[in-house]
């Protein structure tokens, strides 16, 4: 059955040289809310807010509904493969994932992977740190983690996101070992009087001052 939020995606105009919109994370989080608004509160207003507050046509914020995959019916149940995979690869940006799990056979909507990581809480419990958190825990500015990276002391992976090189570049994430690694084979970058004290014990002793 379609229902009105089908209807009108299906009803967005296909006009020559309609004008391009960009959307940033934060952008699409304001779509997510009004797409919520409008299914949970039959909020009809809901879009309409959200492309005001966004100051650009009622017709883009739907189109960028329909590329997150809100406006589709509930998806399917998901497998314990593409929960493993989801896990695996929990560090990444949701359009990287999706792109991931379409190439291994399960394609997902990105709204469908950004609200299933929420509920398995997969990100909360990741195995690492991205170097702004990182470098909160060494009591350094960031550019030094970024560094440490560079010049092949603290290994890193990039998370796939889309800044660019004026915005910082692609974002690193650092698992618990390459920390462990860096702390035990370069000391001396170490200033112990910036650490943060449990967080840094816990680290080296393998988390039994945690558990005490």
């Known amino acids: 059955m379609t229902t009105t939020l089908q209807k009108c995606v299906a009803d967005i105009p296909e006009r ?3 004008r391009k919109y960009e959307f940033t ?4 989080d304001l779509v997510r809310t009004a797409y919520h608004q409008f299914r949970a509160y039959s909020n009809r207003k ?11 046509p009622r017709w883009a914020v739907l189109r960028r509904g329909r590329d997150l995959g809100l406006a589709r019916s509930k998806e399917r149940s998901w497998s314990e493969e593409e929960v493993g995979l989801l896990e695996r690869w929990g560090h990444l940006t949701d359009a990287v994932i999706q792109r991931k799990l379409k190439t291994s056979g399960y394609p997902r909507s990105t709204n469908g992977i950004h609200l299933k990581l929420k509920r398995l809480r997969i990100r909360q419990n990741l195995d690492g740190y991205s170097a702004y958190s990182l470098a909160e825990a060494f009591g350094v500015d960031w550019h030094k983690v970024g560094s440490w990276i560079r010049r092949n002391m603290l290994r890193a992976t990039r998370r796939g996101t889309d800044r660019t090189e004026a915005q910082g570049d692609d974002s690193y994430w650092i698992t618990h070992g390459a920390v462990r690694d860096f702390v035990f084979q370069c000391p001396d970058e170490i ?3 910036k650490v943060e004290k449990i967080w840094f014990l816990d680290l080296v002793t393998g988390g039994r001052i945690a558990m005490r």
């Open 25 to 28: 994370p934060e952008m699409d």
């Open 16 to 18: 020559k040289g309609k």
């Open 191 to 193: 200033d112990l009087a």
């Open 46 to 56: 809901a879009i309409t807010h959200c492309a005001h507050k966004l100051e650009m």
